[in-house]
């Protein structure tokens, strides 16, 4: 399967983005889907995840009440909403599809990730 992701830009303390990830090549109704971050000099960040139906999400504390995650199965399509943004967010955001089918066991742990999409850049401002 290949994950594509998108929306990703520069935009001021306070803003929104709306990330898409697009899937496409491969099952995805299936599986949970996690978003990633990751700034300069510091390693990869579990941020949020959401299981293969919907039902369940989870976050990182840091953007909980900011980030909502969600997912549209019939577009192949997962989504990361960010609002009240702030300069901390600042990474290269990456969507990833877990190893696993109808699992949502170490959703947090992006080495229970197979596929990553390619990255896209968020810039806050201050």
């Known amino acids: 399967v290949q994950l594509q992701a998108s929306g990703g830009g520069l935009v001021q303390t306070g803003g929104s983005l709306r990330l898409s990830c697009a899937a496409s090549?491969?099952?995805?109704?299936?599986?949970?889907i996690g978003w990633f971050r990751q700034a300069p000099g510091k390693g990869r960040e579990f941020v949020a995840a959401?299981?293969?139906?919907?039902?369940?999400?989870a976050y990182v504390d840091s953007v909980k009440g900011r980030f909502t995650i969600s997912r549209d199965n019939a577009k192949n399509t997962a989504y990361l909403q960010m609002n009240s943004l702030k300069p901390e967010d600042s990474a290269v955001y990456y969507c990833?599809?877990?190893?696993?089918?109808?699992?949502?066991?170490?959703?947090?742990?992006?080495?229970?990730?197979?596929?990553w999409g390619q990255g896209t850049q968020v810039t806050v401002s201050s």
């Open positions: 090549g491969g099952s995805f109704s299936s599986y949970a």
């Open positions: 959401v299981s293969w139906s919907g039902a369940d999400s």
């Open positions: 990833a599809r877990v190893h696993s089918s109808y699992t949502w066991l170490g959703h947090t742990d992006p080495g229970r990730y197979d596929y």
